[in-house]
């Protein structure tokens, strides 16, 4: 497509070298010398002063994390009217299907992950922010139990919530919404999270292991991602509901979180040294675990990944109606529970493909299909469970033949020794009964794809 009506010709301060700055649909090109063409999802902003012009985008250079660019200069034989259009049509195409100026409540834990996340948001996530002209309410958390008060008694009229910290807050954030006087309204509200925790496992299944940890690219998806529906669970343990929205972890997994709260310093590292410290102690993990089947085929389950990829919407996930917060459907003894017999070393349960960098704990999760995976590691060797965790970053364990993973609507866990612990988006729980059941999409997130982004495991040639 022919764009000359679009050439804006403008000169950095103290240059004289011409800067060419056109736009078709799908880009902006910056042309001095040599071109760069930033693709219009990436561009944010753009103003003039009637003589100056200012262009706002996130640019990445190779493989280097993004970074937030303002281009500035002097525009040649300027015409208002002129400048005008070309900016109006500019933003009018870098932002299609997405509301300008988005409002914003930001909840930033000074406490998470290597307790930096003030000083991320401050020099790098609001300057990208207030490029996008987006309009912030930003509150500090001061203890823990902070952001689930903020999120009960939110008001709702924000068009996303951005947590900048690491998965605790976005637990706690969740369960403020299941206790608003409007549940259903409040989950409508998308959560987009800034990856400043240590396992930030939901950034990582929002925006892929390249972006994951990427504060900038979190930034964009935060101005440009559209809501995306999801599952999540409730986790019900002696009456009580709890809202979880990644994981259930019992035995070996449990260990990465437990007992490792105090070595945040460590970042990601604390999840690695939880690990070692279970495999040495090595205890299996004596429970009965009891769920209501939804497919058992790796292979299905993975086709069924790759189909999701090609939509950015799910077919089967509804709209919640009403407003008061799902019924529990299986809390009675009905029929059609099967059991896993076999000695247990660990389960891992949950949505959502990595739970950190170095898990992606269940390679065949869908946000929206209405169904909680179930990744339950038999008994086996020190050596076994080892090599299983070799591959675990690209979720390649997942083929391993002692590994059961099954979907399910609903699972049970009846402990069968009096010692233990649940660990329930990184939360400890005590090892009581519990159950847990899903709720499809009643959560809603920001993507940039509508999908989660995760890459699953190819079926290896030879089977183990
Ligand atoms: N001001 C504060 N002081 C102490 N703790 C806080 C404060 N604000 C929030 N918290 C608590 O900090 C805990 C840790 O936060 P979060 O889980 O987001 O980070 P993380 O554990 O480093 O990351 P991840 O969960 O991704 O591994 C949360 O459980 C939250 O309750």
Redesign the pocket.
Known sequence: MSTSRRDLRIYAVGTKKPIIISYTDEHLSITSGSAIQVPLRQVIGAQHNGRSLEISYIWRKKTDPMTLIKLVGTVDDPDEPVLDAWITTLLHMAYEGVKRGRRLKVLI?????TKKGVSIFNKTVEPILRAADCSLDVI?????????EIAKTMSLDYDAIV?I????????VMNGFAHHEQPVNAFKIPIAPV????????SLNILGMADGFDVCAAALNVVKGLPMKVDVFSFTQNGKRTISFMSQALGLAADL?IGT?NL?WM??A??TYGFFRGLVQFKSCPIELSYKAAELDKDKMLDSVQNRKTKTTSDSANDQEGTALPALKYSTDDEGWSVLSEPLLYVYAGKGPYV?RDLMAFPASLPDDGLIDIAAQLVSSRTEVLLNFAGAPKGEHYWKENLKYIKAHAYRVKPLAPKGAVAV???VFPLEEFQVETHQGLATLLSPYGHYAAEPPPRPKTST
């Open positions: 834990n000074p406490h998470s992950g500090h958390t001061e203890r823990a139990g902070h952001a689930y947590i910290s690491g998965d605790g807050l976005i637990h706690e990856p400043t925790g240590s396992g930030n496992g939901l979180d709260d945040r970042g990601e604390r999840f950190g988006d990184g939360e």
